[in-house]
T-cell receptor, first 113, second 116 residues
């Protein structure tokens, strides 16, 4: 079955450490996205990538970094510069830009301890 | 400044009755609207969408209405079932949203509880 896989589902990080969240898709989708969800908040866009080796900042990119070396993979690194990293992170993809049929992964819950 | 607003954080309805979830937006350039459903600890799943050239789109028990003059859309679920209990996100997109062309802007969500 095609889909998006996010791993791990739960992640704990010590303050001051960088951590990388994995997102892999086998849908042959061109565009991939990272969103963050906080309690009582909507989904806020962190970074997105429309094609391999290219990505753009979203609304809340500070403290995060991404790479898109392969079409299937779009890892997100939460750096120590991110002041409030504890959140639920969602990865999504769609077939092409301006096609709004996003497919979401099941998410990663990151907790800073 | 929120461009997509869901002013009701929660809604409770009886099984079999109608559920109406509301969403308001401020950007008149939005031209496509979607509803997503989300269960706890899972990713959102696409439910239904509507283009700004339409005022209604129906899919089974789900109907979305768009009132462009009021910048308002609503999702109707009839009849409501306990399995519909989830958080529903309204999302919008359009060509003029800053540099994030084509990206979705989400509301904060409404938690629907359907009681048996």
């Amino acid at each position: 079955d095609g889909g998006i896989t996010q791993s791990p589902k739960y992640l704990f990080r010590k303050e001051g450490q960088n951590v990388t969240l994995s997102c892999e898709q086998n849908l042959n989708h061109d565009a991939m996205y990272w969103y963050r969800q906080d309690p009582g908040q909507g989904l806020r866009l962190i970074y997105y990538s429309q094609i391999v080796n290219d990505f753009q900042k979203g609304d809340i990119a500070e403290g995060y970094s991404v790479s898109r070396e392969k079409k299937e993979s779009f890892p997100l690194t939460v750096t120590s510069a991110q002041k409030n990293p504890t959140a639920f992170y969602l990865c999504a993809s769609n077939r092409q830009v301006n096609n709004y049929g996003y497919t979401f992964g099941s998410g990663t819950r990151l907790t800073v301890v | 400044d929120q461009q997509v607003k869901q002013n009701s954080p929660s809604l409770s309805v009886q099984e079999g009755r109608i559920s109406i979830l509301n969403c308001d937006y401020t950007n008149s350039m939005f031209d496509y609207f979607l509803w997503y459903k989300k269960y706890p600890a899972e990713g959102p799943t696409f439910l239904i969408s509507i283009s700004s050239i339409k005022d209604k789109n129906e899919d089974g028990r789900f109907t979305v209405f768009l009132n462009k003059s009021a910048k308002h859309l609503s999702l109707h679920i009839v009849p409501s079932q306990p399995g519909d209990s989830a958080v529903y996100f309204c999302a919008a997109s359009g060509p003029a949203y800053g540099g994030s062309q084509g990206n979705l802007i989400f509301g904060k969500g409404t938690k629907l509880s359907v009681k048996p």
